[in-house]
């Protein structure tokens, strides 16, 4: 069948031609995707609920004017697929993917919550970062070299390549929001703010090399868009969603964005007064690194690769995905500070308390990117969180 944009009685036909509905019940469906790209429906039937997502030929949060490929739609199903056969408790079951339609079924997760909520809610959620950290260790080390054949790897990374995607980080990631750009969105008490950033030469020279390594560093197969958004969650269970910029990357890239997210959601509270959600956000982010570096390691020494056993090696690659993770988290606070996309975490805060957490992000963001080029490890977030009050000398 040519490929249409569905309505919700298109999803439904969907759903019941690929044998996911019997052909005469009742069936509600809605259309529920506030996310930045895709129509998402949800459906519901004889007590049991699926969900329908299909891609639009252009990006939903600007419309027509930006066009964007369908393929989007094939690499989120090859990439959940691929991630689930590795960390399946953590991936969104694909139960069917239409290659003319560029749709998809999907299990119903309503049960769950969108980890954005909880966490903008100040809900403390059980076994986060350990579940997080699994996710990424398990489906990055299986993808990457140290698992993989070369020829395997290699046909892979061409399986994967997802230039119109990629193009919309490179842009809105890494390019706009360090420079004026008609793309951006910035609050107007921050604009003085973002402006003096902009003449930052050697913040300028960080982004450079962090985007550089994010165009030619085909580590291992990243979910690519790893952000609270991007992740449901409820007593015991945590699904990952969203995987349509998935391509080979730079490790750091995934483990920095789930980083910055709780960074962002620290900035929030911590504006709010809530000290004692933000001191639990904080003991997240270093859990999160922590437990993705044991769960890493125990993995690197099953390699079958004999050279990349070398434990010299091992342990500078793991230093190097950690400082590239601090300099993507701090990328991150800042992009969804001035860019386009922002999070409302911070975009829900009124007034004087945006303004306040704007300030707090940028900073971040900032001392996060440039100690990425030098020698930091996770106990700089610690440092940054609680700086030390500047001493004098008598
Ligand atoms: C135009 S897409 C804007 C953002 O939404 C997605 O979830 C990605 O984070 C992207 O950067
Ligand atoms: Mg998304």
């Not at 890493?296 to 099953?302: D, H, I, W």
């Not at 690769?305 to 434990?311: F, G, H, P, Q």
Request: glycine share 8%; hydrophobic share 45%.
């Amino acid at each position: 069948m040519p490929y249409q944009t569905f309505d919700s009685a298109a999803a439904i036909a969907f759903a019941q031609s690929r044998g996911f509905l019997p052909q005469h019940a009742e069936v509600s469906c809605t259309e529920i995707g506030d996310g930045n790209l895709n129509l998402v429906f949800h459906l519901r039937a004889e007590g049991r609920g699926l969900i329908v997502k299909q891609a639009l030929p252009y990006v939903r949060c600007v419309g027509e004017s930006w066009p964007l490929t369908l393929d989007r739609a094939r690499i989120e199903a090859e990439t959940l697929l691929a991630h689930a056969k590795v960390a399946e408790p953590f991936v969104v079951k694909v139960l069917d993917f239409d290659p003319e339609l560029y749709a998809m079924v999907q299990e119903d997760l309503s049960h769950l919550v969108l980890l954005r909520r909880r966490l903008i809610e100040g809900e403390r959620v059980d076994g986060l970062s350990a579940d997080l950290a699994d996710y990424l260790a398990q489906s990055l080390y299986a993808y990457s070299d140290f698992a993989l054949a070369g020829k395997e790897k290699k046909a892979l990374v061409s399986q994967f390549s997802n230039p119109e995607l990629c193009q919309i980080t490179e842009d809105l990631f890494f390019t706009d929001p360090f420079r004026e750009h008609e793309r951006n969105d910035i609050f107007p008490a921050t604009r003085p703010l973002a402006e003096e950033l902009w003449q930052d030469v050697m913040l300028l020279d960080a982004v450079a090399e962090l985007k550089a390594r994010f165009l030619s560093c085909p580590q291992a197969l990243l979910h690519g868009d790893v952000h609270s958004g991007s992740v449901f969650s409820g007593p015991g269970e945590l699904k990952v969603i969203d995987a349509e910029f998935g391509f080979f990357g730079p490790m750091g890239f995934d483990v920095g964005s789930v980083i910055g997210n709780l960074l962002l959601a620290w900035c929030r509270h911590k504006c709010l007064g809530n000290q004692d959600y933000a001191d639990w956000l904080e003991e997240e982010c270093i859990n999160f690194w922590q437990h993705f570096e044991d769960r890493f390691k125990t993995l690197l020494a099953g390699t079958e690769d004999l050279a990349l056993a070398s434990e010299g090696y091992q342990s500078r690659f793991i230093n190097q995905v950690q400082k590239d993770a601090l300099g993507y988290a701090g990328c991150e606070l800042i992009r969804r500070t001035l860019g386009l996309a922002h999070v409302a975490d911070i975009a829900s805060l009124e007034g004087g308390q945006r303004t306040e957490a704007e300030k707090r992000a940028l900073a971040l963001g900032r001392s996060l990117i440039l100690a990425s080029q030098g020698t930091c490890d996770i106990g700089l977030v610690r440092r940054l969180l609680h700086p030390s009050p500047v001493r004098f000398a008598a």
